[in-house]
Nanobody
Framework: QVQLVESGGGSVQAGGSLRLSCAAS????????MGWFRQAPGKEREGVAN????????YYADSVKGRFTVSQDNANDTVYLQMNSLKPEAPAMYYC?????????????????WGQGTQVTVSS
């Protein structure tokens, strides 16, 4: 089992920045991918970004390319999501996820472990 705890959410004005953190514990060696997803009320959970823990490759949703950066600190089993130039949109819960193997995708159903989420609100 892998436990994930997110932090860093909050409220920010459009154009601002936030940095989310995800600390992993438990059987962390089983992780292959770490990812970030978000879900607004009434909408499906969508993939934002992920990183392959083994080789450092990253992948982003088109909607966040050039604005968001995912990074990892393997020494502390922590993954970050730096969000810049935030756009005004409906509040969303941002979730950290871990996947034990396969391909690092943006499809939520393919991920094994989830954190409780951290709320992000961007106002205009």
């Amino acid at each position: 089992q892998v436990q994930l705890v997110e932090s860093g959410g909050g409220s920010v004005q459009a154009g601002g920045s936030l940095r989310l953190s995800c600390a992993a514990s438990g059987y962390t060696d089983s992780r292959y991918c770490m990812g970030w997803f978000r879900q607004a009320p009434g909408k499906e959970r969508e993939g934002v970004a992920n990183v392959n823990i083994r080789n450092g490759n990253t992948y982003y949703a088109d909607s966040v390319k050039g604005r968001f950066t995912v990074s990892q600190d393997n020494a502390n089993d922590t993954v970050y999501l730096q969000m810049n130039s935030l756009k005004p949109e409906a509040p969303a819960m941002y979730y950290c996820a871990a996947r034990a193997g396969g391909v690092c995708t943006l499809v939520a159903d393919t991920w094994n472990y989830w954190g409780q989420g951290t709320q992000v609100t961007v106002s205009s």
